[in-house]
């Protein structure tokens, strides 16, 4: 999607283990979001951001935490991965909420066995 | 919570047909919004309503708001079969600028 990348694309890592997701924006954009899509779940929002430093918890933050240093990078980190998180994770970014929607990167499929 | 909800889950229509998908929600909202995810992809921005708003076009989309009733409605008309996706409404508090979405509405359009 213009503007937004994720990285990794596909993650494959071991119980317990931490694990980095990267979301990137080129859009200068304040806020940055991450959320999880599972079946029956639809996205819920993990965690979100801003501005530079200022984040704030969603509805199942428990075991993730985050950073931004600077506006184009929104890193989410899971602290000791469990089966549990196996999902997919969206970051999105958004300027001015009321007026426009999100602009979501492509995803990342973690699995955590 | 104040997730939405769709409904149908899944809807499974001939090409040409309208199709109709509904999202309730719980609490006051100040905007709604519809975004469509197609299979392996991230999601993508179609409209957004108002809380002032009842209704708003884009192209082959409508949508309706009824605040009294938590409720809103996406009509696409005169459907394709590029239009097979995943559709989610989404609520938001603007003081909060963030939303919260639905388990979305399958939509199969067969050709």
């Known amino acids: 999607d213009a503007g937004i990348t994720q990285s990794p694309r596909h993650k494959v890592t071991e119980t317990g283990t931490p694990v980095t997701l990267r979301c990137h924006q080129t859009e200068n954009h304040r806020y940055m979001y991450w959320y999880r899509q599972d079946p029956g779940h639809g996205l819920r929002l993990i965690h979100y951001?801003?501005?530079?430093?200022?984040?704030d918890k969603g509805e199942v933050s428990d075991g993730y935490s985050v950073s931004r240093s600077k506006t184009e990078d929104f890193l989410l980190t899971l602290e000791s991965a469990t089966s549990s998180q196996t999902s997919v994770y969206f970051c999105?970014?958004?300027?001015?909420?009321?007026?426009?929607?999100?602009?979501f990167g492509s995803g990342t499929r973690l699995t955590v066995v | 919570s104040q997730q939405g909800e769709e409904d149908p889950q899944a809807l499974s229509i001939q090409e040409g047909e309208n199709a109709t998908m509904n999202c309730s929600y719980k609490t006051s909202i100040n905007n709604l919004q519809w975004y469509r995810q197609n299979s392996g992809r991230g999601l993508v921005h179609l409209i957004l309503?108002?809380?002032?708003?009842r209704e708003k076009h884009s192209g082959r989309l409508r949508v309706t708001l009824d605040t009294s009733k938590k409720s809103s409605s996406l009509l696409i008309t005169a459907s394709r079969a590029a239009d097979t996706a995943s559709y989610f409404c989404a609520t938001g508090l603007y003081n909060f600028n963030k939303f919260y979405f639905g388990s979305g509405t399958k939509l199969n359009v067969k050709p």
């Open positions: 999105a970014i958004s300027e001015k909420q009321e007026n426009y929607g999100y602009t």
């Open positions: 951001s801003y501005g530079v430093k200022d984040t």
């Open positions: 309503i108002r809380s002032n708003e």
